[in-house]
Structure formats: structure tokens, C-alpha cells
């Protein structure tokens, strides 16, 4: 008997991120599934799209991209969700999420109970959770999951404290950007003294076994066991910075699911994070091999 073919589940949002140069397909869990699928890692994406022209595209372009799109739910009600994406002088994002569009319904299925439970890694965030249906479905697989990674990646307006603590409660590892470490700290009514003390309070609060830190220019920390691993960031002409994060975990978890050193797992993840924002939008074409030569040259 052969062994089945590892793999990992994104849950949450995609949809179609409106530039002022186009449309392009998005949403953070799909990001990291496109990503981790590019690194040779097998990946099921758990979301919903309407039964529309946007949905069948998207749907299409996915598919087009060797993702399958079996766990991608059919909508009759509700719209295939799009965001429209503003880009700073700095390059930065910021997006008008609209509420109450399809993956805002991802209906809870039996089948998804053996899809997650056999997958390497459950990868889910915040944002999917703010309305109650897919919220349910989330925690009912998270139950089942055998290594929940939260990616935080807060969208104002849609920061719940109460759920927010119960997702930390729920998971095993945790990324985050420096100012969502600090806006966790605040909505469980601790003072930031210093990163080392937060991420120690974090873990220990919420039980949490390992946690990864982005710090933008300043590189990313990762915190597993009584050891915290750092690196520096790669130096690049930033592009923008669409998927940036989203890419960074896609290189984390590309190595954490096969238990390489965390060395080797966090120069993974500054790469690959590195890779995407030297390229225009969240999801650029690009070869395993192109990533790796660009890595090679960095470490």
C-alpha cells in the first residue's frame, strides 16, 4: 500500500482584488495556497464563491493554476466577493472589503471532517470568521485539524477581541506582524514591554507552541520551544507589497511540514516573502526553480 500524497488546507476568502490596472485573483488563504502550491506542496483550498461570471472566472483561473477547485463551494445567494486594493506612495496596501459576499457562507460539509484531518496543516485567519455561518464551519474543522496554523492578518473593521482570543485558544502556530502582536497585546489588556516578553506572554496565555513574527524591513523572528530564531530581511526594489505576508508563510510552512530545522524554515519564509514583493501582486508567475536560484544568491 502506498502512501497518500501529503497535503495542507487553506480555509477563507478568495475573491478578485480590483487594482487600478486590473483585476487580479486574491484573498490571504488563497495567496498562501498558490504559494505553497509553487513550492511543490500539494493543496486543497475550502472557501465559496457565487454563482456568477466573477465565481466561474475565478474558479477557472484557479484551476488554470494546477489548484484544484473541488472544495470551493457554489453560491445561488450570495455574490462572488471582490476588494478593491489602493496602493500608498509607499508602495503599501490598504482594501474596501465588502461583507456579505459567498465566502462569507462556506457551509459546513462531513466530507471536510476527513479532507482536514488528513491534511499536513489547516491554514485559516481572521477575516473569514466575521460572519457566523463560516465562522461555524471554521471552528467545527478546527476540532478535527492536527496542526492549526492562525495567519492573524487583521482587516479593520472586522477585529472581534472575543474571537480573536478564541482562535488563539484554538491554535498550535501563530503569525503575525509586529503591529498585530501589539493589538493583541491591547485587546487582552496587557502593556508591550518587548517583543521577547509579548511573544512569551502570547504563548504561554493561549498555549500556543510556536510563533512566527514578520517585522518588515527589520526581517522576521520565530519562536519554537525555549528558542527564538531570527533573520534578517533580503534586500530588494519592493514591487508592492500585495501577498507579501501571505507568501512569507507559503515559504514557512513549505519546510515546517516536513520538520526541517527552524534555521532552514525561517530563511525559507524571508525568501519566498522577499521573492513575491520584488514582483507586481500577490500571486506572479514564477518557476520553483527562478525562487530558488533567488534564494541561493541571498543565503
Known amino acids: 500500500m502506498t502512501d497518500k500524497k501529503s497535503y495542507i488546507v487553506c480555509f477563507g476568502e478568495v475573491l478578485w482584488d480590483i487594482f487600478p490596472e486590473g483585476s487580479r485573483a486574491g484573498g490571504a488563504p488563497f495567496n498562501v495556497a498558490y504559494h505553497v502550491h509553487k513550492m511543490g506542496i500539494d493543496v486543497k ?38 476588494v478593491t486594493a489602493k496602493i500608498d506612495e509607499h508602495n503599501e496596501a490598504s482594501y474596501e472589503i ?15 471532517n476527513e479532507l482536514v484531518a488528513g491534511a499536513e496543516a489547516f491554514v485559516f485567519g481572521s477575516l473569514s470568521a466575521r460572519n457566523e455561518t463560516t465562522r461555524n464551519t471554521l471552528f467545527q474543522l478546527l476540532e478535527v485539524a492536527k496542526l492549526k496554523i492562525f495567519d492573524v492578518n487583521f482587516r479593520p473593521p472586522f ?16 503569525k ?21 516578553e509579548a511573544v512569551s506572554f502570547l504563548r504561554n496565555h493561549f498555549k500556543i507552541s ?6 518588515g524591513s527589520k526581517g522576521a523572528g520565530y519562536f519554537t520551544g525555549e ?28 519546510k515546517r511540514i516536513h520538520h526541517e530545522n527552524p534555521e532552514e524554515i525561517i530563511k525559507q519564509a524571508i525568501a519566498l516573502g522577499a521573492w513575491v514583493t520584488s514582483k507586481s501582486g500577490a500571486c506572479p508567475d514564477y518557476e520553483l526553480a527562478e525562487f530558488e536560484q533567488f534564494k541561493d544568491g541571498h543565503f
Not at 47 to 66: E, F
Not at 210 to 215: A, S, Y
Open 45 to 82: 483550498v475550502l472557501s465559496r464563491v457565487g454563482d456568477d461570471k466573477l465565481g466561474n472566472q475565478l474558479t477557472d483561473r484557479i484551476s488554470n493554476w494546477g489548484i484544484t477547485t473541488d472544495y470551493i463551494q457554489t453560491d445561488r445567494e450570495h455574490p462572488t466577493s471582490t
Open 210 to 215: 510556536e510563533v512566527v513574527l514578520t517585522k
Open 227 to 254: 528558542k527564538n530564531y531570527s533573520c534578517p530581511a533580503v534586500p530588494i526594489t519592493i514591487a508592492d507589497t500585495v501577498g507579501s505576508g501571505d507568501s512569507f508563510l507559503s515559504g514557512f510552512i513549505s
Open 98 to 112: 465588502i461583507n456579505h459576499v459567498a465566502w462569507d457562507y462556506i457551509e459546513y460539509r462531513p466530507e471536510h
Open 176 to 196: 503575525m506582524n509586529k503591529a498585530e502582536l501589539r493589538q493583541i497585546l491591547e485587546l487582552t489588556g496587557r502593556e508591550y514591554t518587548s517583543e521577547e
Open 159 to 174: 477585529i472581534d477581541a472575543e474571537l480573536i482570543e478564541k482562535l488563539l485558544h484554538k491554535s498550535d502556530i501563530v
